[in-house]
């Protein structure tokens, strides 16, 4: 069982900058790949990021490929993601997902926090 608790979001500027934190409880948290997610009011959930269980496998949806950095902290159970030049449309709740494989699939996750929101201003 993992549970996670995100943190981070807020109010920002565009152009400005987030780092969001999801923090992991659980023994299997170093052994899991994790993933962010969003989800726009109106719109469906969609991908953001994901990174595999040791870190050198990194995935990235098109809309935040050179913006949105990904990393994590075994040693403190946690994962980031750093969002820099921030957009309107990057405006929603912002989730984070353990699995047992990367992927970019929401159905690939077994578990997810509750959410974090971001809001981006023009």
């Known amino acids: 069982q993992v549970q996670l608790v995100e943190s981070g979001g807020g109010l920002v500027q565009a152009g400005g900058s987030l780092r969001l934190s999801c923090a992991a409880s659980?023994?299997?948290?170093?052994?899991?790949?994790m993933g962010w997610f969003r989800q726009a009011p109106g719109k469906e959930r969609e991908f953001v990021a994901a990174i595999s269980w040791r870190g050198g496998g990194t995935y990235y949806a098109d809309s935040v490929k050179g913006r949105f950095t990904i990393s994590r902290d075994n040693a403190k159970n946690t994962v980031y993601l750093q969002m820099n030049s921030l957009k309107p449309e990057d405006t929603a709740v912002y989730y984070c997902?353990?699995?047992?494989?990367?992927?970019?699939?929401?159905?690939?996750?077994?578990?997810w926090g509750q959410g974090t929101q971001v809001t981006v201003s023009s």
């Open positions: 659980g023994r299997t948290f170093s052994s899991n790949a």
């Open positions: 997902a353990a699995g047992r494989t990367i992927t970019t699939m929401g159905s690939g996750y077994d578990y």
